[in-house]
């Protein structure tokens, strides 16, 4: 298996051959020095998964993470702490933090590798997953918006310009956009490519529009927005 990797220690030497072992695995290697430095890095080359100490200075572990969930980029990157401490309570901490796997030092390179495939497998699993749920839907998809927008302008309740609005919902700018292209019967992977922004961070919006419209579905949403005035690109 292959993967860019991220690896975020302070020890040279550990760093140093925990790189080399990685890289002789198969993987990708990016190291950083400290937290900051491997900040740096992910805006420059997003990572498939980060490999971090927990214990540095300045920056430490948890701070690190906390600052990658907080990111809409960086809140599923899969993160594995690398640490000297082994207490149940120190591991407790990491979890709750949201770390995906947590190895004290000393630790068994091979199982290291084990980790760093089982998360990567996992998270080709979900996106391969996901994008064959998406795939097949796009021709319907586009089918019930335009089914949806026909019976609505017969019933009266689509009428041209801009119709009045009975409710009254704040969306961000991004979400209005993620929201009209949705109502243009784009799928995930089209509008990312619209917005310049990655699949997953629509599918975060898209769950956002969910959350704020009440619906459960694309097509509830779109049926929605569309009897509620809520499309503004006049699609």
């Known amino acids: 298996m292959s993967g860019r990797l991220l690896l975020v220690d302070d020890e040279p030497g550990l760093r140093e051959a925990v790189q080399a072992y990685l890289e002789d695995s198969g993987f990708t290697v990016q190291v950083a020095s400290n937290a900051r430095e491997g900040w ?9 998964l980060v490999i971090t100490d ?7 572990g948890y701070q690190f993470l906390k600052q990658l969930r907080e990111d809409a980029r960086f809140s599923t990157l899969p993160v594995i702490f690398l640490t000297a401490r082994g207490m149940t309570t120190d591991r407790i901490q990491g979890h709750k933090a949201g770390c995906d796997a947590y190895l004290a030092k000393p630790f068994d390179p091979d199982e290291l ?19 064959s749920e998406e795939t097949p839907d796009i021709a319907d998809m586009a089918r019930q918006i ?9 019933r ?12 009254k919902i704040d969306f961000t700018p991004r979400e209005q956009s993620v929201l009209d292209l949705v ?9 990312a490519r619209r917005l310049e922004t990655s699949v997953r961070n629509v599918e975060k919006y898209v769950s956002r529009l969910f959350s704020k419209t009440g619906t459960n579905s694309r097509t509830e949403l779109v049926r929605y927005a569309l009897e509620h005035g809520l499309i503004t690109n006049g699609s």
């Not at 740096?40 to 498939?48: G, K, N, W, Y």
């Not at 335009?146 to 017969?154: A, G, M, P, V, W």
């Open 40 to 48: 740096d890095s992910l805006q420059a080359s997003q990572p498939d």
């Open 113 to 131: 590798v084990a980790i760093v495939e089982n998360l990567l497998g996992r998270r080709a699993a979900i996106q391969s997953a996901a994008d």
């Open 156 to 167: 009266g309740e689509l009428p041209l310009g801009h119709p009045p609005s009975p409710v």
């Open 183 to 191: 109502a243009q019967g784009l799928m995930n992977k089209e509008i």
């Open 146 to 154: 335009s089914e949806i927008r026909s019976i609505l302008s017969q």
């Open 54 to 60: 927990v214990m540095m200075p300045q920056v430490d």
